[in-house]
């Protein structure tokens, strides 16, 4: 199965366009886990199992393993296998190195950790890209515009001979990379005059979007410009407003209230 | 002590701007070593011992040993140990995300495995950046022109309103960003008639310059438009081309002897 079925299914049957991010970070773990053994673990796979049912993937973001050390590696591998079999992992990582290296990123990301899909960053190019769309099981979520203030950096910026954006560039070139189905593209929501356009350019590919919640990005924009004609293909990421909806020993509870609040609410807006 | 202060006092002791990539491949590893408890750990160990005198700085690609799964962060870890410690360690993993995440990248490359300097993708802007630039005795190696060919894809893009590429906005930006004077730029050898031109808008920051041996580069023009004004800030690293350079069970000799040769034809055209 591609990840795009594997995408689709899950939307289908969670009825969700809600991506829960992994951004577990030891500083803001509910102090009621700092007894057990690997009290991240246990956060994720609390947060895993209250949330699954309401989300159509999961984007575990790989530098809060690494930061954990040696125990980032068996953390993360560990926080993977408690995701249910049906709902895809889109591992955000955000590479970006020449052909060779490339593979060897996508043996880390798509062999060893078993990710459905991956972030990867343009900059460098087509050898950069295309190691990881010639999986063609796998996804790819290429940085197209991004959530963060420093997009106004180059991302934005105009190029010369016709007026079009580099993010807007980047977008096309995808799409025309795109020869397997399997690329996709990361547009914050914090632009949502960008959305529609970007759709308009990149046909039913997905979009991952960051940046609603703690970046204030406009919710109800970010879906109706993202949606596809299906009504899918618009993939709101939330990490921080589901994973630290509260602090207490009903976390989890929180969580999962956290999640349905925000799955109904883009679906109200899916059409 | 700075990482430029490190990287200058070992260019000057080993009279070198020679940095010795790791890109360990157990595909490529000397059948001499097979029978190794850690094949990629003994080959980077000699690897590293019969080059250390021979380099300015070591480059470690994180994705040959994230590749390497489990056993990779204690490879990598046991690999930094036995870099002498005034060699400096430019840690490549081309990172590059939102302020939160780019702070647990530097958790991850600065503070656990100890990296004097970290590669950095601008792509996402100054949020992206800032996080390590920050880090004042490290250094930052930001992604500007870099060797594949895919950097024709959007690289070298030109900007309306000026003729500037993006990879020369890049330098710019990077300049106005270093206020700390611990940002440096990667310069490919590939294109030499944007070396100098590179060098003069950024100053006396360093150049890694990848893109010599396996990629084509042409040397003498790299060094001869990427040094800085005491002969120094052209960093040419040279991974498969010294790490491969002998397949039989003297493969630690022929490293050493492909270094040497390396490092004294960058010194003829030091100036």
């Known amino acids: 199965m591609t990840f795009r079925d594997k995408l689709d299914q899950a939307i289908d049957r969670h009825q969700s366009l809600l991506c829960v991010g992994l951004d577990p970070d030891p500083a803001k773990i509910p102090a009621s886990l700092a007894k057990e053994a690997n009290p991240v673990l246990t956060f994720n796979r609390e947060i895993i199992a209250a949330t699954a049912d309401q989300a159509c ?34 591992l955000d990582a955000k590479v970006g190195d020449i052909g060779n290296t490339a593979e060897h990123y996508a ?34 979520f290429l940085l ?23 993010y807007e560039r980047v977008a096309r070139q995808a799409a025309a990379w795109n020869t397997h189905g399997n690329c996709g593209l990361v547009v914050g929501a914090t632009r949502p005059e960008a959305m529609a356009e970007l759709r308009q350019l990149a046909g039913d590919m997905p979009f991952l979007i960051p940046g609603v919640g703690a ?16 009504g899918r293909g618009a993939i709101v990421n939330v990490s921080r407003g589901v994973m630290y909806a509260g602090q207490g020993a009903d976390f989890a509870d ?10 109904q609410e883009i679906n109200q807006y899916r059409g």
Chains 1, 2 share one sequence.
């Open 107 to 140: 043996r880390m990301f798509l062999d060893r950790l078993g990710a459905d899909a991956l972030t990867v960053n343009p900059y460098m190019g087509r050898d950069a890209v295309l190691p990881f769309l010639a999986r063609q099981d796998r996804g790819v």
């Open 57 to 90: 993937a999961f984007k575990p973001n790989f530098a809060f393993f690494g930061s954990l050390g040696p125990a980032g590696w068996p953390t993360l591998e560990q926080t993977l296998a408690a995701i249910p079999a049906h709902v895809p992992v889109i």
């Open 254 to 263: 929180a969580a999962r209230r956290a999640a349905e609040a925000m799955r």
């Open 215 to 230: 970046q204030g990005g406009d919710l109800r924009a970010a879906v109706e410009g993202g949606r596809d004609r299906a």
């Open 144 to 166: 197209c515009l991004t959530s963060n203030p420093g997009a106004a950096d180059f991302e934005t910026e105009v190029l010369a001979g016709g007026g079009e954006r580099l």
